[in-house]
C-alpha cells in the first residue's frame, strides 16, 4: 500500500505540451522513493529518508538493533573518504533500499553501497573559480523520484538520475556574485515540488524560499522573507532595507500533510548588528513561518526576536510533535532559537504556548510577555562594545536536536559562550558582506564556557537529565528505538547516551571531530549507525579561542564517514535475527 | 499606455533598419581618480588598516580581532610579504570562502589593510619577498598557488553620473543606472542576467551584450524588442526530440561525445537539461529566438530606454544617456 504509486497533482504548464509532462512525470514518478513513502517514512525504519529523518524534523530511527545493552560491542565496519577536505563532512546522508546518498564539501556527491561502502557513482558538481560564501561545506540533499536533488555552493540547484549520477537538469537561482547567497542544506521534498532555502543572512540580500517542480526544474513559486512595498510586514523595516535585509533559509524545513503547511525556520536580519536603516521588527526575519506548499503563500508567521541585534537567527529545524498530557493532545511546534530560548507554537494556528531557555546564561531579554515576545532587550549601542550571552554563534547552532516518540522527551544541545559586539556603520552594496561591526567570542563572566546535552519535555521544557561536554558540541544527535542517543564531539570521538538517563554508553575515536549529522538505517537485518567525521563548521575555529588548551588535541581535518555496526556474530544470536521491526 | 503606444511606432521604424549615427559626446571625467595629495605617515596607514579590519576581516567568524584567528586562519605572528596580502586581499582565494575585496576597497585602502596586517608580525612580516613565500600548505586560505593578477572586471555597480550633453527636444531619457538595476533586478526572478551577460556577469544561454555598446541605440532597441529580426547563429534556437516523443526548445548549451545540454528557454529562469544521445531521435535548428518577443510590451518605454542607455554604457565606465529621438 506504502509502495504504491498514488496519482500526483502535477501542476500542468502552460509553456510545456500536456504530453509532454505527463511523459516526463511517468519517467520521474514512476521512480523511488514516492512521496507516500518519503511522508511515511517512520514505517520504513531501514531507510533514511529525509534531512530530518521524517517530515517532523525528529532525527529518530525505530531500529533497535543497537542496545543500551549490546551497544559496548558496535564496531567500525566501514569507512568512506569524500577526497575533498576543504569544508568537511557536515552532511546528512540519505539511504534509500540499501544505497547511501552523501553531499561531501564542495557539492561532490556519491551513491555507495550502504552495507559496504562501495562507491556506486559519484558525481562532481563544477564549480566555478570564485570565492564561496559561507562555507564550502554542505549539509546534504535529498532524494524522491529517481533523483537526487541538492543545491549548490554557486547557488543553482541540481537534479541527477539516482541509478546513474548522472545529470537530468539544473537551474540557476540567482547570481551568487550578485547576492553573495547560496545554497548549503540540502532541498525539502514536498509532493511534486523541490524546496530550497539559502544563505544571505550576512550580505545585503533579501531572503527568500523557492520551489521548483521536482520533474521539469521550471520555477513554481517563490516566498520572500522581506515584504516588499504594498504588502504586510513592510513597515517594519523602513525604506531602504527590504531589499537588503538577509532573512535567509539557509536550513531545512518541515512539512504537517495533515494540515498541509510548510514551516521554515528564517535567519537574522542584515546588518547583522547596525540597525539605523531597519528601524522596525523586520518581519520576518527570526521568525518562523508556514506557507501552504502548493502556492508559496504565507498562512502563519511568528516571530521570535523582533529586531535582532544580536544575530540570534530562527533558522533551525522545526520540531513537529503530537502531545498528550492528561488526556489533552496538541500539535506543537518546538524551535531553538539561537538565543538560546526554545519556543513551543501551535502549529495549526502559529499561536504562541510556551517559550523557556535552554541554555544557563542568557543576557538578552529578561523574559517572555503573555503572547512569548522578549521583554526588556538588551540594547547594543552604536560604536561601543557590548556583551551578550549567549553568542552570535548560538545557544547552539545547526547541531540539530532530536525527538524520541518512546521517551517523548527532546534532545537538545546547549552552548554557554558568549561576545562583544560593537555596531559600526557599513556601506550597503548589493551582495557584499553586511555585518555592521564586529564581534569576538568571549568566557562567560566569572566562570568557563561549557556546553550540554539535555533531554526536556518539549512543552514545558522540564529538564530530564543533562550531559556536560567540554567544549562545544557541534555535530547534530540521533535518537533511536534502542533508546540512544548519538553524537560526535570536536575531538573525534562518536559517542551513544542512554536515552533515558544521559549516561554515556560508548565511544570511538574516529580521527577526526565531528559537525555533521549521524543517521541510522538497516540493510539486510543489520543495523548501522553512519557518523560524518571532519569539521567544516566556521565554529570549529573557535573551539581553540574558548579553550586554548585544545588546540592540540583538535585532530587534524578530515571528510570521512565511519559507518558501525555491531558484530555479525552477535548479530545472528539476537532473537529474530532482524533489525528494526523485521525490517 | 501612451507610452506603449508610441513604443509601437518606434518599434517599426527599429526594424526597417534605418540606422541613424547617435550623436554621444563623452567629456572625459575619472571620477575614480585617486587624489595625489601627500601620503599619510605609516602609523596613519596602519590605523585607518586596523579601522577597515575591524569591520569585516575581524569577526571572530573570519580572523579574530587583532588577527588572533577565528573561523579563518590567524593572520598575526605570521610571514607574510607586502605583494602576497596585497594579492590575497584583492583577489580573494577561490575555492575557499576567502572573498576579493578589490571591487569594494580602492588601492589605498587595501594598502592600509595590508600595513595593519604587517604591523600584527612586527618580527616577521615583509622580511620575505614573493619568490620565497612560505607553502602554508596547512591553512586552507593559502593552499592555492598566487595566480597572476588580471585587471578587474568593470564593476557593473559603478555610481552613475551621466556625462552626456545630447541637444534634444523630447524630455524623455534613458538612466544607465536604472537600466542596470533593471537588468540585474534580483527582485524578479525573470530579468535579463538570467540568460545574458554583461560586463562579465550573468548567463550564458544567450549573447554577452557587452558589445552592443557599439551598436545604434535603435540596434540595441530592436534587438530588445524584436529579437527574432536578428538572431546570433550561436544562439539558434533548437528543438529536441527524444526517441519517447518528448520536445524540448531552447539554446545548445555544450555537448561531449555521449550527451547534449540544452538550456530550455519553455519558462524562465531557463533550466539547463541533460540528454543522453542515444535517447535523442533528433535535433532541429528553428529560425526564431529564444528570447521571449513580448519585452516591447512588458516594459514601458521609459524602462526600455533605460537598458538601452545601461546597454550603450556596457563597455565604458561613463554611463550613457540615450533619449527618445535617437530611437528614430
Known amino acids: 500500500m506504502m509502495r504504491r504509486l498514488t496519482r500526483l497533482h502535477l501542476r500542468l504548464h502552460t509553456a510545456l505540451s500536456p504530453v509532454l509532462i505527463a511523459a516526463l512525470a511517468a519517467a520521474a514518478f514512476a521512480q523511488e522513493p514516492s512521496w507516500p513513502r518519503l511522508i511515511n517514512s517512520d514505517q520504513e525504519p531501514q531507510n533514511w529518508m529525509s534531512y530530518g529523518g521524517n517530515y517532523s524534523a525528529h532525527r ?20 568512506f573518504h569524500t577526497g575533498e577536505l576543504q569544508g568537511g563532512l557536515n552532511a546528512t546522508p540519505i539511504v534509500v533500499d540499501g544505497v547511501m546518498y552523501l553531499m561531501g564539501p564542495m557539492n561532490r556527491i556519491f551513491a555507495i553501497n550502504a552495507a559496504t561502502g562501495e562507491k556506486i557513482w559519484s558525481y562532481f558538481y ?76 550576512e550580505n545585503a540580500h533579501r ?25 504586510p510586514g513592510y513597515e517594519t523595516w523602513g525604506e531602504k532595507m527590504w531589499k537588503y535585509g538577509g532573512a535567509p533559509t539557509w536550513l531545512v524545513g518541515s512539512y504537517d500533510a495533515e494540515l498541509n503547511l510548510l514551516y521554515w525556520g528564517v535567519g537574522n536580519p542584515s546588518s547583522d548588528f547596525y540597525d539605523e536603516f531597519r528601524p522596525g521588527d523586520n518581519l520576518y526575519s527570526n521568525s518562523i513561518i508556514a506557507l ?17 541585534m544580536y544575530d540570534f537567527d530562527s533558522a533551525f529545524e522545526c520540531v513537529l510533535i503530537d502531545y498528550e498530557r492528561d488526556g489533552k493532545k496538541q500539535k506543537l511546534l518546538v524551535h531553538a532559537n539561537k538565543g538560546g530560548m526554545t519556543w513551543v507554537l501551535d502549529r495549526a494556528t502559529g499561536k504562541y504556548l510556551n517559550a523557556w531557555p535552554h541554555v544557563d546564561i542568557l543576557t538578552w531579554l529578561k523574559g517572555v510577555d503573555k503572547n512569548g515576545r522578549p521583554v526588556d532587550m538588551q540594547p547594543v549601542p552604536p560604536d561601543k562594545e557590548t556583551f551578550v550571552c549567549p553568542s552570535a554563534a548560538g545557544g547552539r547552532n545547526y547541531d540539530h536536536s532530536a525527538y524520541s516518540p518512546r521517551t517523548r ?56 537529565w543533562r550531559y556536560n561536554t567540554t567544549y562545544l558540541n557541534l555535530a547534530s544527535l540521533l535518537a533511536t ?33 565531528m559537525s555533521g549529522s549521524p543517521i541510522t538505517y538497516s540493510v539486510n537485518g543489520r543495523q548501522y549507525v553512519a557518523v560524518p567525521t571532519g569539521m567544516g563548521s566556521l565554529l570549529a575555529g573557535l573551539v581553540p579561542i574558548l579553550w586554548p588548551e585544545s588546540a592540540n588535541k583538535i585532530p587534524e581535518r578530515a571528510s570521512t564517514l565511519v559507518v558501525f555496526a555491531l558484530p555479525e556474530t552477535s548479530i545472528n544470536k539476537i532473537k529474530g535475527g532482524a533489525a528494526g521491526n523485521g525490517k | 499606455m501612451e507610452n506603449r503606444s508610441r513604443l509601437a511606432t518606434i518599434i517599426g521604424r527599429c526594424c526597417a533598419a534605418i540606422l541613424l549615427p547617435g550623436c554621444l559626446l563623452l567629456l572625459p571625467f575619472d571620477f575614480r581618480a585617486e587624489s595625489q595629495a601627500a601620503q599619510p605617515s605609516e602609523s596613519a596607514r596602519i590605523a585607518a588598516g586596523k579601522r577597515l579590519y575591524s569591520g569585516s576581516c575581524g569577526m571572530s567568524y573570519c580572523h579574530g580581532s587583532e588577527g588572533a584567528g577565528g573561523g579563518g586562519p590567524k593572520l598575526r605572528d605570521r610571514e607574510f610579504s607586502p605583494e602576497y596580502l596585497t594579492h590575497l586581499i584583492s583577489d580573494g582565494v577561490p575555492g575557499t570562502i576567502m572573498p576579493g575585496f578589490k571591487d569594494n576597497l580602492s588601492k589605498p585602502q587595501i594598502a592600509q589593510l595590508v600595513a595593519y596586517l604587517l604591523s600584527l608580525s612586527p618580527n616577521k612580516s615583509g622580511a620575505k619577498s614573493k619568490s620565497d613565500q612560505p ?16 585587471p578587474a572586471p568593470k564593476p557593473a555597480n559603478e555610481p552613475a553620473k551621466s556625462n552626456v ?32 551577460t554583461v560586463q562579465g556577469r550573468g548567463g550564458k544561454v544567450g549573447p554577452d551584450l557587452t558589445g552592443l555598446a557599439g551598436k545604434s541605440p535603435r540596434e540595441i532597441l530592436q534587438s530588445i524588442v524584436a529579437p527574432h529580426a536578428a538572431i546570433d547563429g550561436k544562439y539558434s534556437t533548437i528543438a529536441l526530440t527524444t526517441k519517447d516523443g518528448a520536445r524540448f526548445t531552447g539554446v545548445k548549451r555544450d555537448e561531449d561525445e555521449t550527451t547534449i545540454r540544452l538550456y530550455d528557454t519553455s519558462s524562465l529562469p531557463p533550466v539547463s537539461r541533460a540528454f543522453a544521445k542515444s535517447e535523442v531521435a533528433k535535433t532541429e535548428k528553428l529560425d526564431t529566438s529564444a528570447m521571449p518577443g513580448d519585452y516591447g510590451s512588458k516594459y514601458s518605454l521609459k524602462q526600455l530606454l533605460d537598458l538601452v542607455s545601461f546597454l550603450k554604457s556596457a563597455d565604458s565606465t561613463r554611463p550613457v544617456s540615450v533619449s527618445l529621438r535617437e530611437l528614430f
Open chain 1, 409 to 464: 522527551w527532546w534532545y537538545n544541545i546547549g552552548w554557554e559562550m558568549c561576545n562583544t559586539i560593537k555596531p559600526e556603520k557599513l556601506e550597503i552594496k548589493e551582495g557584499q558582506p553586511l555585518f555592521g561591526g564586529s564581534m569576538d567570542f568571549k568566557l562567560p563572566k566569572d566562570k568557563p564556557a561549557y556546553g550540554h546535552i539535555n533531554a526536556f519535555d518539549p512543552l514545558t521544557g522540564e529538564r530530564k
Open chain 1, 207 to 231: 531572503g527568500y524560499l523557492n520551489a521548483y517542480d521536482a520533474t521539469t526544474g521550471k520555477h513554481l513559486w517563490r516566498f520572500y522573507t522581506i515584504p516588499g512595498p504594498g504588502e
Open chain 1, 292 to 308: 501552504d506548499p502548493d502556492t508559496g503563500k504565507l498562512k502563519w508567521h511568528y516571530q521570535e526576536v523582533p529586531h535582532d
Open chain 1, 126 to 201: 563544477k564549480l566555478p573559480k570564485m570565492s564561496i560564501p559561507y562555507t564550502p561545506g554542505s549539509r546534504g540533499l535529498a532524494v524522491a523520484y529517481g533523483r537526487v536533488y541538492f543545491g549548490t555552493l554557486d547557488n543553482h540547484v541540481v537534479a541527477l538520475d539516482a541509478k546513474t549520477g548522472h545529470e537530468i537538469w539544473e537551474v540557476e537561482v540567482e547570481d551568487v556574485r550578485q547576492c553573495g547567497c547560496n545554497i548549503t542544506s540540502a532541498p525539502l521534498i514536498v509532493k511534486d515540488k523541490v524546496i530550497v532555502g539559502g544563505t544571505g543572512g
Open chain 1, 481 to 513: 528505538g534502542g533508546d540512544l542517543i548519538f553524537s560526535g564531539d570536536v575531538l573525534g570521538n562518536a559517542f551513544a547516551l542512554d536515552a533515558r538517563t544521559g549516561q554515556k554508553l560508548w565511544s570511538y575515536n574516529a580521527g577526526a571531530g
Open chain 1, 60 to 79: 529518530f530511527s525505530a531500529l533497535d538493533q543497537i542496545t543500551r545493552e549490546n551497544i559496548k560491542s558496535l564496531t567500525p565496519v566501514w569507512t
Open chain 2, 165 to 196: 550633453v545630447i541637444n534634444d527636444s523630447s524630455d524623455l531619457r534613458g538612466e544607465a543606472e536604472a537600466g542596470r538595476l533593471l537588468f540585474f533586478n534580483s527582485a524578479q526572478t525573470q530579468n535579463c542576467r538570467v540568460c545574458h
Open chain 2, 135 to 150: 607553502a602554508q600548505a596547512d591553512d586552507p586560505h593559502f593552499n592555492n598557488p598566487a595566480p597572476k593578477t588580471e
